[in-house]
């Protein structure tokens, strides 16, 4: 299935749109804060140019299907607040979905809202099956998120991601279609 490069996705406070050149200097900015990328396979960069790169490569996987990164900004002045992602895995039907928060936006509710989004988009569009995810054992902030999207614990995977050549621990989580469906029919349930 072919999803267009204009594909949208909004929510109460965001919108989410195809992650291009004009993120550039916000995802610079995020990656200057200490820290920030410990949690994640990829370490800072030390140039503006790999940012270019990825933006390319961010391009080739839309287009063949295989990941959807989207830019997170705000509905009412149009700020950067991160990125969201659903990529292809191996077994039928099976997504991973991964998100980041600019350091200036955390502890606002971002990640959950628009990750609740692209699980929708997984469910309702790409025809997942199944959805999971993973954060790096010590990041209780994803841990929440986690929980909130209705996500299940698994198990805590001892290599998880290799990072500076030493294995991070990861704690797995899933979801399938029946669950998120069953989620979604509670009253007052926020997927």
């Not at 469910?123 to 999971?132: E, M, Q, S």
């Amino acid at each position: 299935m072919r999803v267009p490069l204009n594909t949208c996705l909004t929510t109460p406070r965001c919108l989410l749109r195809y992650a291009g050149e004009d993120d550039l200097e916000h995802v610079w900015s995020a990656t200057r804060y200490p820290g920030f990328n410990d949690g994640m396979p990829w370490g800072p960069p030390g140039a503006k140019s790999e940012i270019f790169r990825w933006t390319e490569r961010n391009l080739e996987m839309w287009s063949s299907g295989g990941e959807y990164v989207f830019t997170i900004r705000s509905r009412t002045d149009n700020r950067f607040i991160g990125r969201v992602a659903i990529r292809r895995e191996q077994g039928e039907g099976v997504w991973s979905i991964g998100f980041w928060i600019h350091p200036e936006c955390w502890r606002q509710g971002f990640a959950t809202e628009a990750s609740q989004s692209v699980i929708e988009f997984g469910f309702g569009r790409l025809g997942a099956n199944k959805i999971v995810a993973a954060h790096a054992i010590w990041n209780t902030a994803s841990k929440r998120v986690m929980q909130k999207l209705g996500l299940k614990y698994v198990r805590d995977n001892s290599r998880g991601f290799k990072k500076d050549h030493e294995w991070v621990a990861e704690a797995e989580y899933e979801i399938d279609r029946d669950s998120w469906k069953y989620l979604r029919s509670r009253p007052g349930s926020p997927t």
